[in-house]
């Protein structure tokens, strides 16, 4: 989901909307996550979570030893 291929990109992000919304009518404890990273609008990913039936919780993003 991060980076698919530009040919797949729209389809697969919509299926993925289905697939959640699908589940949390399904599974009550369905939960969306997100690392926290600059890049990530974490207010939307919890308003979009929230739209689907999900929970949402983020998660701290841990660096490789190689990068500390």
């Known amino acids: ?5 530009p ?5 697969g992000f919509q299926s993925v909307l289905d697939f959640t919304a699908l589940c949390a009518k399904t ?3 369905t939960t969306i996550t997100a ?5 990530v ?3 939307k990913l919890r308003k979009l979570a929230g739209r689907l039936g999900a929970a949402f ?5 841990i ?3 190689r990068e500390q």
């Open 1 to 5: 989901l991060m980076n698919p291929q």
């Open 7 to 11: 040919e797949f990109a729209e389809s």
């Open 27 to 29: 599974i009550p404890e």
């Open 35 to 39: 690392v926290e990273t600059p890049e």
């Open 41 to 43: 609008n974490l207010d």
């Open 57 to 61: 919780r983020v998660r701290p993003l």
């Open 63 to 65: 660096k490789s030893p």
